[in-house]
């Protein structure tokens, strides 16, 4: 299995701030990577998908960068409606497989 | 739009059978693939597996051994058994749809509401 490491696990950020979030996976998945949000009690969304090509309706102050094994999901301008919880996951090969997460909190 | 709406009960005894139902409307359940996703309290995803409309379907090796799922097109829904659960199967359970964003890319961009399933006598 691929195995998919963030960092940092959590982080605290004040609105208006730019966040980077880091997402290396364990072997080559070219990029074929994907970013969900997930607020509590509420399913993931899909954010970002094929690294940086960004899902219809999701506002640009999200972008995706990264290739091979090291990827980066950055927001711009952090907004109130963003913190939540932030998941990589690979497509490259079955099984599919995730990332712990990254919470975004309010400092 | 299209939908996924969750179906299946919230407890289950331990040895005995998880099934759950996922029926999608607003749109099509021909051409997708529709996948299983769980998420144990407080904890990150793990994908269960997919099956494809036509029936074929992809594992997760962790869980393959107890896994079974199958599609009826005829009723727009597709589902999930998993036989001898124990505590470890306590976790919310997403259906969702594996659509290919790009040629051989796919991704998660459909889920359903989730349905919290405990394991407990």
């Known amino acids: 299995d691929i195995q998919m490491t963030q960092s940092p696990s959590s982080l605290s950020a004040s609105v208006g701030d730019r966040v980077n979030i880091t997402c290396r996976a364990s072997q080559s998945i070219s990029n074929y990577l994907n970013w969900y949000q997930q607020k509590p009690g509420k399913a993931p969304e899909l954010l970002i998908y094929t690294t940086s090509s960004l899902q219809f309706g999701d506002p640009s102050r999200f972008s995706g960068s990264g290739s091979g094994t090291d990827f980066t999901l950055t927001i711009n301008s952090l907004q109130p409606e963003d913190f939540a919880t932030y998941y990589c996951?690979?497509?490259?090969?079955?099984?599919?497989?995730f990332g712990q997460g990254t919470k975004v909190e309010i400092k | 739009q299209v939908q996924l709406q969750q179906s299946g009960p919230g407890l289950v005894k331990p040895s005995e059978t998880l099934s759950l139902t996922c029926t999608v409307s607003g749109g099509s359940i021909s051409g997708y693939y529709w996948s299983w996703i769980r998420q144990p309290p407080g904890k990150g995803l793990e994908w269960i597996g997919y099956i494809y409309n036509s029936g074929s379907a992809n594992y997760n090796p962790s869980l393959r051994s107890r896994l079974t799922m199958s599609v009826d097109a005829s009723k727009m829904q597709f589902s999930l058994r998993l036989t001898s659960v124990t505590a470890a199967d306590t976790a919310v359970y997403y259906c969702a749809r594996d659509e290919v964003m790009t040629p051989l890319h796919h991704a998660f961009d459909m889920w359903g509401q989730g349905t919290m399933v405990t394991v407990s006598s």
């Open positions: 996951q690979q497509s490259f090969s079955t099984p599919r497989t």
